[in-house]
């Protein structure tokens, strides 16, 4: 468990959780960070950190492109690491790291939650890792204090929604529709009982992620869960940016309109 | 239906340590329904019934063993015989695979079907079973693959299925089969998908291999008739491989039938483009199965190379990890090069024109067959026919007069 994450939630009163996702090395390393900085000031709760990969199956188009960007500007598990450690000088909000399977195993599964939580990381979402197979990633990540956040679905049972809610670390992740990320399809009523019957079987706090494109699909969430995750919004507002500069303000103004509809 | 290699994969879909499942949450529960249905239907008799007829009528089983007899003059080495998988419907053992899954998919009530596609025999074999039965069909396929295989795309489009052409990474077999997981992430609760090889999540290895293990029964039956003995060894090509497993599966217990595999070296297994995971690979997870795969010490997936659409994949099914480690299975490698002339060499002496997949097979015994005593009995998975390829084989220069 994350004292960090743990903090925040203890803190947070009756306020939602404004999480944005961002993937390192995209558009640059150095970019990338400032994007994070921009998006603390802006009163995100947590932060994603995208570990790209070269095959991310979870992914729709845009995380799919920023991957690949960060990728060619040799973004490594590495580079994800020093990214933690340099934000970790002026950040102190939890830092979550959300990448696949296969870089880890490559790095090594030990060395890399033990480097990871050095670096002053607090958590991991492994998208492609469901709790069926996590059983040595979940011990080596509670032996280093780091959160192991997994993933429900609108297709989960309440069996295995217990038992997700049961091996995550201070809260859970909800994946708003099936579907890959930034889907934007319209969240209805079938959306809001899934919600809702989450927050009736869910003992700790989740999160809703996965197509969150504006204020009224954040609120919309916020009914029944805890905060909401951005990603493909705001990688598609970083590429339509024509400087760093514009890509900064208009993610910041971004998750400013969140921050206030929340 | 299982065979002999029933005890394999065990009850978390491992083969010794490879196989698992490690995909998105929201397929766990659409694979927990296909395992459901296939142990239920793979006892019961209507269903054995049918996909025994229409193995028998649609697809044309039994294929013939067929002695080799040129190739065998030719090569003054052992016996050479063909298991003709090309002799089936649509020209490759991907059909026995496809049939079966169809007539699940049709038990559990999904109407809209989807593949992922490398050679475009699985695209094609999938598309024959949607339009026999009337199911809607879209086949993923890369946009390289599309080029190097159009007869394919053309035949598939005419059986009415919808070909999504995939741009991202080498577009090739590796990102369609992206591609066909993320569609069934998001359409999972309609939507049926028809893998096509011993790959990915359980339990897919494990009814793919089941449904093609029908070539390896009909092969001991065969040789059994024509040698009275079982074959003193099988050559298979692996991609994913299947053919390959479908054909060693009912042999794994007979220790004295060699299994040789082979992998496509493409440029040389030292150019480093090439599609060997077994050979020159380190297990780690793609697809949503941990076996042997090509990447580099990132862990980001190599592109792979091979001439043959069907094998240019970094990864392979994971019971074939385990019986590298268990060395009950040789497995070997060809280049491009050796394939293209075992390739031309085999349509001159035998009048077959086998796929560029199953020439890699071909040549790997042309280039061993010194390792065969003269009377042994060597058994080629012909796994299909290579006119899908004759776009390659003439880019290739092999057809200038």
């Known amino acids: 468990m994350s004292k960090r994450i743990a903090d925040m939630l203890a803190d947070r009163g009756t306020r939602k959780l404004l999480v944005p996702f961002f993937t390192v090395g995209y558009p640059t390393f150095k970019r990338s960070l400032d994007l994070v900085r921009a998006a603390v000031d802006e009163g995100a709760d947590m932060v994603e950190l995208g570990m790209p990969f070269s095959d991310p199956m979870a992914d729709g188009p845009q995380i799919q492109f920023s991957s690949q960007v960060a990728l060619k500007n040799d973004t490594t598990l590495k580079s994800v690491l020093k990214a933690v450690s340099d934000l970790r000088q002026t950040i102190n909000v939890p830092l979550i790291l959300m990448g696949y399977v296969n870089p880890i195993v490559a790095y090594s599964e030990k060395r890399f939650l033990a480097d990871a939580a050095n670096a002053g990381a607090d958590g991991l979402i492994i998208p492609d890792l469901p709790v069926d197979e996590a059983k040595s990633f979940k011990s080596v990540a509670d032996s280093h204090g780091l959160s192991t956040i997994f993933l429900v679905s609108p297709t989960s049972n309440k069996e295995r929604v217990e038992q997700i809610d049961g091996l995550s670390t201070d809260f859970v992740y909800a994946v708003t529709v099936t579907g890959v990320t930034g889907s934007g399809r319209k969240f209805g009523r079938e959306t809001d009982d899934y919600l809702k019957r989450l927050k009736q079987t869910l003992r700790q706090p989740y999160v809703a992620g996965f197509g969150v494109s504006s204020a009224e699909s954040a609120c919309r969430l916020t009914r029944y869960a805890d905060g909401v995750v951005i990603g493909s919004k705001l990688i598609g507002l970083i590429r339509e940016a024509k400087s760093s500069r514009e890509a900064v303000s208009r993610v910041a103004g971004f998750l400013r309109t969140i921050r206030r509809a929340i | 239906m299982a065979g002999e290699s029933k005890r394999m994969p065990d009850k978390k879909g491992r083969f010794g340590p490879y196989g698992g499942r490690y995909v998105p949450e929201t397929v766990i529960y659409a694979l927990d329904e296909l395992e459901r249905c296939y142990r239920q239907f793979k006892k019961d008799r209507r269903f054995r019934s049918e996909l ?350």
């Open chain 2, 52 to 401: 025994k007829g229409l193995l028998a009528d649609f697809v044309g089983r039994p294929t013939p063993l067929y002695y080799a007899e040129r190739l065998t003059a030719f090569l003054k080495g052992p016996e050479i015989y063909f298991k003709r998988e090309d002799l089936n419907h649509t020209g490759a053992h991907k059909i026995n695979n496809t049939v079966g899954q169809i007539l699940l998919a049709q038990r559990m009530g999904k109407k809209r079907i989807i593949a992922e596609t490398g050679a475009g025999q699985h695209g094609l074999a999938t598309a024959t079973v949607c339009a026999r039965f009337g199911m809607s069909c879209i086949v993923y396929m890369g946009t390289e693959d599309m080029k190097r295989q159009k007869p394919n795309v053309e035949k598939m489009r005419l059986l009415g299925a919808k070909v999504v052409p995939v741009t991202s990474g080498s577009a090739t077999l590796k990102d369609a089969t992206s591609e066909a997981l993320r569609d069934w992430v998001t359409n999972v609760r309609s939507t049926f998908y028809v893998l096509g090889s011993v790959v990915g999540p359980h339990p897919y290895p494990m009814i793919v291999r089941d449904f093609q293990t029908i070539i390896g029964r009909e092969t001991r039956r065969q040789s059994l008739r024509l040698f009275k003995t079982p074959p003193d060894a099988i050559i298979a090509c692996v991609g994913g491989g299947s053919n390959a497993l479908g054909i060693f599966a009912d042999f794994l217990k007979d220790d004295q039938v060699k299994l040789i595999g082979v992998e496509a070296a493409g440029y040389g297994l030292t150019s480093g483009q090439h599609a060997a995971p077994l050979a020159k690979g380190k297990p780690g997870v793609l697809h949503g199965a941990f076996s042997y795969l090509i990447y580099d010490d990132d862990g980001q997936v190599i592109l792979p190379h091979s001439i043959s659409a069907g094998l240019d994949y970094p990864g392979v099914g994971p019971e074939h990890s385990l019986l590298k480690d268990s060395g009950r299975v040789t497995y070997g490698t060809v280049t491009d090069a050796e394939a293209l002339r075992a390739f031309e060499q085999v349509s001159r002496l035998e009048g077959i024109i086998p796929a560029l997949e199953t020439s890699h097979a071909l040549a790997w015994l042309m280039k061993h067959k010194r390792k065969f005593k003269k009377n042994e009995k060597i058994v080629v998975c012909l796994s299909g026919r290579g006119d899908k390829d004759m776009p390659i084989v003439a880019s290739a220069g092999m057809l200038d007069e």
